[in-house]
């Protein structure tokens, strides 16, 4: 049983500080990570997908992966008001089936 | 472009009563998925469909059947509906396989009384 753990929150955050959200996974295997974001009554997108340990820069956006952790991390720098959601981490392993994801860390960004 | 299209958008049944949710992509994508998302307990994944011809068990398939009818659609079906399948319903659909992109429809709102 692959697990994925993620604070549920919510995390608040003011207007343009840095927000940190963590994911734990059990599963060794795994060699793909992913971020989604879901607005609240929308379907997931995804905003950041990282294969190698290390980090992995987008925009606003960066990703961390500690394999040897089993930890994968997003930071949004300059949050914004916008950036209110939940962020789905998803890790996997190998094989043809869909993603695992975790429940969820609730985000709100405070004006 | 309408990318992922489920149909319908919100479903009330009665315990017992059937019923099938539709799911079409016109991405040309191979690999399809059906998960169900909770309050607390995240997106699960109930069958995938890797390729056109194939479908699979994902984490909660008990009280479900799927049919994968050609590459564009992929239906999900409950026989007997029980007010535990109360849930969200999204279809999914990856160009090949879960490395890839996954693209989400809508979302079905389904309650069972």
């Known amino acids: 049983q692959k697990e994925v753990e993620q604070n549920s929150g919510p995390l608040s955050v003011p207007e343009g500080a840095i927000a940190s959200l963590n994911c734990t996974y059990s599963?060794?295997?795994?060699?793909?990570f992913f971020w989604y974001r879901q607005y609240s009554g929308k379907s997931p997108e995804l905003i950041m997908s990282?294969?190698?340990?290390g980090d992995k820069e987008d925009g606003r956006f960066t990703a961390q992966l500690n394999k040897a952790s089993q930890y994968v991390s997003l930071l949004i720098r300059d949050s914004q008001p916008s950036d209110s959601a939940t962020y789905l981490c998803?890790?996997?392993?190998?094989?043809?089936?869909?993603?695992?994801f975790g429940k969820g860390t609730h985000l709100i960004i405070q004006p | 472009n309408a990318g992922v299209t489920q149909t319908p958008k919100f479903q009330v049944l009665k315990t017992g009563q059937s019923m099938t949710l539709q799911c079409a992509q016109d991405?040309?994508?191979?690999?399809m998925y059906w998960y169900r998302q909770d309050p607390g307990m995240g997106l699960r994944l109930i069958y995938y469909?890797?390729?056109?011809?194939?479908?699979d068990k994902g984490e909660v398939p008990n009280g479900y059947n799927v049919s994968r009818l050609n590459k564009r659609e992929f239906s999900l079906r409950l026989e007997s509906a029980a007010p535990s399948q109360t849930s969200v319903y999204f279809c999914?659909?990856?160009?090949?396989?879960?490395?890839?992109?996954?693209?989400f429809g809508s979302g079905t709102q389904l309650s069972v009384l």
């Open positions: 469909s890797a390729s056109e011809g194939t479908t």
């Open positions: 999914a659909s990856s160009e090949f396989g879960a490395d890839e992109k996954l693209f």
């Open positions: 990282i294969y190698s340990n």
């Open positions: 599963d060794r295997g795994s060699q793909s």
């Open positions: 991405m040309n994508h191979n690999s």
């Open positions: 998803a890790p996997r392993g190998g094989g043809a089936d869909g993603l695992t």
